[in-house]
T-cell receptor, first 113, second 112 residues
Framework: KQEVTQIPAALSVPEGENLVLNCSFT??????LQWFRQDPGKGLTSLLL?????REQTSGRLNASLDKSSGRSTLYIAASQPGDSATYLC????????????FGSGTKLNVKP | SQTIHQWPATLVQPVGSPLSLECTVE??????LYWYRQAAGRGLQLLFY??????ISSEVPQNLSASRPQDRQFILSSKKLLLSDSGFYLC???????????FGNGTRLTVT
């Protein structure tokens, strides 16, 4: 069974810092990997989707990379802002069960002004 | 454009009462639909998913059930709520293999 881990569980950084969030998964046979943001009391907002054939995806200050062979993905946030404070989750979609998604427990990010 | 509606946003129900949460998707057809529960400080737990009308797959044996009476409507129900049913319930959809998964705004359920 696929297991997805996000370390650290929480991260606090000063505004302006570049940071990296980590996501690791145990089974490299994935269809895609998706990064989400969740604000308190809200649903999940999709940030980036990386197909298994891709190495990275970029959207604004966000860059997500994927290394299937090592079972890792990173979300790079450039020039962090207080508005980036939220919980970031990753999810993998396995090749052997197309209808399921396996989520990490998330990294809670606090960007201090 | 494609949107997802989930209601109500918050709900407080006594133990033993029934439950009905509704989710509808607009702007797409034949989506896969999902119900997740997120307990405080914990990850997302998949409860049910549906690949078509009347097709429901259950992931967790419990006193909850799901139905999909229409292509873009997904309903989560219970005949008698338990205290342990409290949590944040999220509906999600996906339209195709290479598409991202999208979530609704969630329902905060408190069983008292």
């Amino acid at each position: 069974k696929q297991e997805v881990t996000q370390i650290p569980a929480a991260l606090s950084v000063p505004e302006g810092e570049n940071l990296v969030l980590n996501c690791s998964f145990t089974d490299s046979a994935i269809y895609n990997l998706q990064w989400f943001r969740q604000d308190p009391g809200k649903g999940l907002t999709s940030l980036l989707l990386i197909q298994s054939s891709q190495r990275e995806q970029t959207s604004g200050r966000l860059n997500a990379s994927l290394d299937k062979s090592s079972g890792r993905s990173t979300l790079y946030i450039a020039a962090s802002q207080p508005g980036d404070s939220a919980t970031y989750l990753c999810a993998v979609r396995p090749m052997d069960n197309f209808n399921k998604f396996y989520f990490g427990s998330g990294t809670k990010l606090n960007v201090k002004p | 454009s494609q949107t997802i509606h989930q209601w109500p946003a918050t709900l407080v129900q006594p133990v033993g009462s029934p439950l009905s949460l509704e989710c509808t998707v607009e702007g797409t057809s034949n989506p896969n639909l999902y119900w997740y529960r997120q307990a405080a400080g914990r990850g997302l737990q998949l409860l049910f998913y549906s690949v078509g009308i009347g097709q429901i797959s259950s992931e967790v044996p419990q006193n909850l059930s799901a139905s999909r009476p229409q292509d873009r409507q997904f309903i989560l129900s219970s005949k008698k709520l338990l205290l342990s049913d409290s949590g944040f319930y999220l509906c999600a959809w996906i339209s195709g293999g290479n598409s991202p998964l999208h979530f609704g705004n969630g329902t905060r359920l408190t069983v008292t």
